[in-house]
């Protein structure tokens, strides 16, 4: 089956910075979905994307298909941003998720 | 409109009991789809609805977890006998479908087993 695999795990940022997340997938997907997990955890749709990029506020995310990732770039960070994100490939019947990434942005 | 709504918000039970959770779709979503969260673990797909019939039961871990939809909308996931092991979050998420495969999640069942 499809492997997901998000880098890095683990992320610290002090308020204000940049980070970029990336989603690696092993074969060839119609659509994928990022979500923030949020500390309650409840999981909040972020982006579905195929591929090219798209853009929320602060936050966009680009896919290449062909190459197999796509990444998530958070600016400016503010402490609600913390949490987990992950990246799912979306099949018709299921979603394929990611391991994660665990940020925490500290004031 | 409304989101995907499921209950309890936690049910701890005792090993050996049986537990009924339950999702409310988003109205319209033909698409409903059961996940579950393990602490430290990540996201397992159990079971996936269109219309009222599952397709794929492949991801139900044993056959004590079974699952029903009915009318097309609410569904309900059974545990039979529950095991320490079965504690986690249960999610469930809807999908359109028609035009879109985005999937959106309830707030999730905490499930405590003792």
């Known amino acids: 089956g499809i492997q997901v695999e998000q880098s890095p795990p683990d992320l610290i940022l002090q308020e204000g910075a940049n980070s970029t997340l990336r989603c690696n997938f092993s074969?060839?997907?119609?659509?994928l979905q990022w979500f923030h997990q949020n500390p309650w955890g409840q999981l909040i749709n972020l982006f579905y994307?195929?591929?090219g990029t798209k853009q929320n506020g602060r936050l966009s995310a680009t896919t290449v298909a062909t190459e197999r990732y796509s990444l998530l770039y958070i600016s400016s960070s503010q402490t609600t941003d913390s949490g987990v994100y992950f990246c799912?490939?979306?099949?018709?019947?299921?979603?394929?998720f990611g391991t994660g990434t665990r940020l925490q942005v500290f004031p | 409109g409304a989101g995907v709504s499921q209950s309890p918000s936690n049910k701890v039970t005792e090993k050996g009991k049986d537990v009924e959770l339950r999702c409310d779709p988003i109205?319209?979503?033909?698409?409903l789809y059961w996940y579950r969260q393990s602490l430290g673990q990540g996201l397992e797909f159990l079971i996936y609805?269109?219309?009222?019939?599952?397709?794929?039961k492949s991801g139900l871990p044993s056959d004590r977890f079974s699952a029903e939809r009915t009318g097309g909308s609410v569904s309900t996931l059974t545990i039979q006998r529950t095991q320490q092991e079965d504690s986690a979050v249960y999610l469930c998420?809807?999908?359109?479908?028609?035009?879109?495969?985005?999937?959106?999640f309830g707030p999730g069942t905490r499930l405590t087993v003792t």
């Open positions: 998420a809807s999908s359109p479908i028609a035009g879109s495969y985005e999937q959106y």
């Open positions: 074969d060839s997907v119609n659509n």
């Open positions: 994307i195929p591929s």
């Open positions: 799912a490939v979306v099949l018709t019947d299921k979603l394929i």
């Open positions: 109205s319209g979503h033909t698409a």
């Open positions: 609805f269109q219309g009222n019939s599952a397709p794929d």
